[in-house]
């Protein structure tokens, strides 16, 4: 718009109308609440603290895993546990042993929904950064049927447990679970009455719909195991198969939640590959009555035209190398782990993958495995690394004499498709694959200290139990969460989180905080990476906030006063004194939105436009450590003429870009439009409505000197020229 204005109210719209459209293409509108523009910016506060996080939250169970008797457990998951082999390395032996591969639980209810405890609930796409790939975990629903499996205190055909399972699920931010299926017998048992994994199944499906809150939809879908093929009843007998799969279609495929594929045809996993010979080769029966469904193979035998017929493609899985075993020790004795770490099957996978690419790839990831609490042992090894195996399945580093494209997030950054990522497993505590209890980053206790007002901290790591060379590190840590009490309270409250760095030890002031006047202690709980377990130190040493506190500061507004009936522009008379030092800064707000900001100064007299009633002017003040604040409510003002102000940022100040710009505008008629103004260019635009406006667009300025002035239109017919701007007074700010 130009200078001279004398248009047609219809032109003028029409030209507001490209103006507002030009302005989203040219500079980058915000509707948050402007910041306030310092060259040293106030302390954040706490406004009112108000400790209401249980302590014992903090370290509560807040998985499906079992850590005590109450329902649905029968007992808490043990460690130690006492197994007679019945095949495998140690066929006919009898061992009692501990196995500190699956993560001891606290010994507390289950809590599954709450992101406070012992194990990490950052959500698992944390690991695949930029990239929407559903994760999905692999399910061993067993438990606690005396069907041959030790008793890890679960009950897995309680509806309650099942429940707690899903809703674990969904606050990992998991997509679903793939669930081991041995199901229906051809001797005719039916599953539902007999079959632990099918009642688990239908106690699914009566409850999966309580559970799409997380960001992905929540889905499940079956796995048929080899087990079910070869075992006496079934025989591998294409009969048997094509009993449970129209089985499986009557009871779960027409469900919103089973996983399908992009034809609309669910997905059957089977636990089977070229390694299972008769259960193998009964896939290619042409006999077999698919039930619409399609197979994802176990890999390697689900890609290209030597799958089995109607395979989609194929699922890689944890696999401990049996050869190439090299031997460490460590505080847990003495052991033969797979060299390789399962990443040369990994690599094996995507080598296939990236020729299959038309396929449907579901990737695999694992914290590590150990099957020598399974009665089938074959004391097959691979070690967790103190969580370093668990993120390198996502993002290899190629550190173990393999190419570093064998982590999924590399694989992912070549260009790669993948369909699914699958976590194997979240509950096969026999082989030593479950993620349900955390993984264990061998973090150690510690205590924060003070050193004067500095909060400082330091992470200790332990060595790998099965390896004294390999040693946890921050690297597994996503962030350290500060929280802060009073000596003697059962509860905090949360105050930060810092980031890791791997710069020790971290140190955060105090004061900056704004505590009131009293004595405090502080807790950092160490945030593991996804999945791995949250260590909480314990308390520090108390500290008293007595510098410039709260009760130092006193602000005082002298004009206007409550309830006054003021004119346009009002001016904003204040002061603040602070008997613990000075005062480094002031910020006018109007109802609760900042207005303008002031640096280095203990008063302002300062105009302030605003139209209608109950209006209130707050003016804050802030020292080193502290804010105080004074207000005025139930203003009431009506504009008479159109009127503008330029607030922020103030003539003179050196800052950097983004800029926050305060414009301040009322009129006696409905305003249309106001623009910001870089000395001859406009740089934003915007239409208005009613008769007082605040903007606070958040725009990026180039390096350099810039002359800021505002514009605005109203509807007064009255006038040839209805808008007013403030280009006389143009605000000279320096970009740095």
């Not at 509707?31 to 302590?55: D, G, R, S």
């Not at 008769?278 to 896939?283: C, R």
């Not at 909060?455 to 597994?476: C, H, I, Q, R, Y």
Request: charge should be negative; charged fraction near 10%.
């Amino acid at each position: 718009m130009g200078t001279k204005y004398k248009m047609t109210q219809q032109l003028k719209s029409a030209l507001l109308a490209l103006a507002f459209l030009a302005s989203l293409i040219s500079c980058s509108q915000s509707t948050n609440v402007p910041q306030a523009i310092f060259e040293n910016p106030p302390p954040q506060e706490l406004v009112n603290f108000n400790p209401t996080i249980p302590i014992s939250s903090l370290t509560q169970n807040n998985t499906s895993a079992c850590g005590n008797a109450t329902a649905p457990c029968t007992e808490a998951f043990n460690q130690t546990q006492t197994i007679k082999y019945d095949s495998g390395t140690y066929q006919g032996d009898t061992k009692t042993l501990t196995g500190f591969w699956d993560n001891a639980i606290v010994k507390t209810s289950q809590a599954p929904t709450s992101t406070y405890g012992v194990v990490s609930k950052i959500p698992m796409s944390a690991l695949l950064p930029g990239y929407n790939v559903p994760i999905l975990v692999e399910t061993q629903n067993w438990w606690g049927q005396g069907n041959g499996h030790f008793n890890n205190g679960q009950n897995s055909i309680n509806v309650q447990q099942i429940k707690n399972q899903m809703a674990d699920h969904v606050s990992r931010g998991v997509s679903g679970q793939v669930m081991d299926w041995y199901g229906y017998e051809s001797n005719g048992t039916l599953i539902g009455a007999t079959d632990t994994e099918d009642i688990v199944a239908q106690n699914i499906v009566a409850n999966i719909a309580s559970y799409q809150y997380g960001p992905e939809p929540y889905k499940f879908a079956l796995m048929i195991d080899k087990g079910f093929l070869s075992s006496a009843s079934c025989n591998n007998t294409v009969s048997c198969l094509n009993a449970a799969l129209s089985y499986m279609a009557s009871k779960y495929f027409s469900s919103p939640y089973y996983m399908k594929d992009s034809n609309g045809h669910p997905l059957v996993y089977l636990f089977v590959n070229s390694w299972n010979g008769a259960s193998y080769n009964l896939l290619f029966d042409s006999g077999i009555n698919y039930q619409n469904s399609k197979f994802i193979m176990y890999a390697p035998d689900g890609f290209g035209s030597g799958a089995p017929p109607q395979t989609d493609g194929e699922y890689d899985w944890v696999n401990p190398t049996d050869s190439a075993n090299i031997q460490v020790s460590g505080s847990a004795g003495t052991f033969l782990i797979d060299s390789g770490f399962g990443f040369s099957d990994i690599e094996s996978f995507f080598n296939n993958a990236k020729v299959y690419q038309k396929d449907y790839i579901v990737g695999a990831t694992y914290k590590g495995f150990d099957d020598n609490l399974a009665n089938w042992s074959g004391n097959r090894i691979i070690d967790q690394q103190c969580g370093q195996t668990w993120l390198n399945t996502f993002d290899n580093s190629g550190s173990y004499g393999i190419s570093g494209a064998s982590g999924i997030l590399n694989y992912l950054k070549a260009g790669y498709k993948m369909n699914s990522v699958m976590v194997d497993t979240w509950d096969d505590y026999e082989e030593g694959t479950e993620i349900e209890t955390g993984i264990d980053n061998c973090m150690k206790s510690f205590t924060p200290t003070l050193s004067g007002n500095n909060l400082t901290w330091k992470p200790l790591f332990a060595a790998d139990p099965m390896n004294s060379k390999v040693v946890g590190n921050e690297s597994t840590i996503y962030k350290y969460s500060i929280y802060v009490g009073t000596p003697g309270n059962t509860h905090v409250q949360w105050l930060k989180d810092v980031t890791p760095t791997g710069k020790f030890p971290y140190s955060i002031s105090l004061t900056s905080f704004g505590l009131a006047n009293g004595t405090y202690t502080f807790y950092v709980q160490a945030i593991g990476m996804p999945s791995i377990k949250n260590t909480l130190s314990t308390a520090s040493p108390s500290w008293s906030a007595g510098q410039g506190g709260a009760n130092n500061i006193k602000v005082k507004i002298t004009a206007p006063t409550t309830n006054q009936n003021v004119s346009i522009p009002t001016y904003l008379v204040g002061s603040a004194t602070n008997t613990g030092g000075s005062i480094t800064a002031m910020q006018v707000y109007l109802n609760g939105v900042l207005y303008s900001t002031f640096s280095d100064i203990s008063s302002v007299n300062t105009p302030v436009i605003f139209s209608g009633t109950n209006q209130t002017l707050t003016l804050k003040a802030w020292d080193n450590s502290y804010s105080g604040l004074s207000e005025v409510t139930g203003l009431t003002s009506d504009c008479t003429s159109l009127q503008l102000d330029l607030p922020m940022p103030a003539n003179g100040v050196s800052t950097t870009s983004p800029v926050t710009v305060n414009g301040a505008t009322c009129s006696a008629y409905t305003l249309s439009a106001m623009e910001v103004w870089d000395g001859t260019v406009q740089i934003y635009s915007t239409e208005l409505s009613g008769d007082s406006a605040l903007i606070n667009p958040s725009l990026s300025l180039s390096k350099g000197t810039h002359n800021l002035w505002l514009k605005v239109w109203d509807d007064n017919p009255n006038q040839s020229k209805n808008y007013l701007d403030t280009s006389a007074n143009k605000n000279v700010i320096t970009i740095q």
